[in-house]
């Protein structure tokens, strides 16, 4: 079993860079065709969404928009329950169908303040894609998640954006950890 060392924490091999790519190109032909005629803004949440955004976008082939916004609401392994507007949302999103996208939902409090936020502007229409759900963390319900690359088990990952304090998001696979 491949394993990792990120700081003090060891990981091993959960989902190789193959396997979410070809993951990732079927999320992007479901986009083609449920927004054929459609332009829509694709909004990243950074910092863990930037792998997935850039590889999912190149799997896009209507015309569409691309920007990121910046919240902060975890700190260490667990959920810390706060959310915080760092990089606010892009000008004129008022119309327009929004793709929220997402590297991971554990409880969904990230994504629920998000949403309130997009809402609040008037879009035509709101969906999300996050590249990795933990279904039994999940603590407030997403109506809108439409586009789910891999259900996870609720143990902690690296890697592929998402980070352990700051480190691993250039491995280009993602890790789970050994021990919680
Ligand atoms: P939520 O608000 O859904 O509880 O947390 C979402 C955010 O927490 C994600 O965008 C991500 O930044 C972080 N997060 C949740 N689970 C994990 C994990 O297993 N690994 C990493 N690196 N970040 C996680």
């Known amino acids: 079993m491949h394993k990792i060392q990120v700081e003090d924490k060891e990981f091993e091999i959960f989902l190789e860079n193959d396997t979410i790519n070809k993951r990732i190109r079927l999320m992007g032909i479901q986009m083609n065709v449920d927004y054929e005629n459609k332009c829509p803004l694709f909004i990243g949440v950074l910092n863990g969404s930037f792998l997935f955004m850039a590889d999912l976008i190149k799997e896009v082939n209507i015309p569409c928009e691309v920007a990121f916004m910046r919240v902060a609401s975890y700190e260490g392994t667990s959920s810390s329950g706060q959310v915080k507007e760092l990089i606010g949302l892009p000008a004129n999103i008022k119309d327009r169908d929004i793709i929220v996208v997402e590297d991971i939902v554990d409880t969904g409090l990230t994504l629920t303040h998000i949403l309130k936020m997009i809402k609040e502007k008037n879009p035509a229409s709101v969906k999300v894609a996050s590249l990795l759900l933990k279904p039994s963390a999940l603590k407030y319900e997403i ?38």
């Open 143 to 180: 109506e809108d998640l439409a586009y789910v690359g891999f259900e996870i088990p609720n143990e902690f990952v690296v890697g592929y954006g998402l980070d352990y304090n700051g480190l691993g998001r250039n491995l280009i696979d993602i890790y789970r950890a050994t021990e919680a």
